[in-house]
């Protein structure tokens, strides 16, 4: 099992910046890739940027060139830093932790963030 905590989020002006942070706790070992999701009512959650154990990084286009994740994989820790931010980036994100030992995700409680425009 794997814990989540997250801090950051919040409210911004369009063009603004935030930073999310999420550390993990428990069987850390067993993490191969950390990220953040995102999820606005109605729709389903997805994927907005991920980090492998070996480096390898996955972005989703809409936020390629503004967002940048990183790792601290000594202290098991996640970052999101976002920058110029869109109204359309409007949502709650939610950090995740994948397990490739045991093929199971963890998520952290959700934080939201909001751009106004």
């Known amino acids: 099992q794997v814990q989540l905590v997250e801090s950051g989020g919040g409210l911004v002006q369009a063009g603004g910046s935030l930073r999310l942070s999420c550390a993990a706790s428990?069987?850390?070992?067993?993490?191969?890739?950390m990220g953040w999701y995102r999820q606005t009512p109605g729709d389903q959650r997805e994927a907005v940027a991920t980090?492998?154990?070996?480096?390898?990084?996955y972005y989703a286009n809409s936020v390629k060139g503004r967002f940048t994740v990183s790792r601290d994989n000594a202290k098991n820790i996640v970052n999101l830093q976002m920058n110029s931010l869109k109204p359309e980036d409007t949502a709650v994100y939610y950090c995740?932790?994948?397990?490739?030992?045991?093929?199971?995700?963890?998520w952290g409680q959700g934080t939201q963030v909001t751009v106004s425009s």
């Open positions: 995740n932790a994948y397990s490739g030992v045991y093929s199971s995700h963890s």
């Open positions: 428990g069987n850390t070992f067993s993490i191969s890739a």
């Open positions: 980090a492998n154990n070996d480096g390898t990084t």
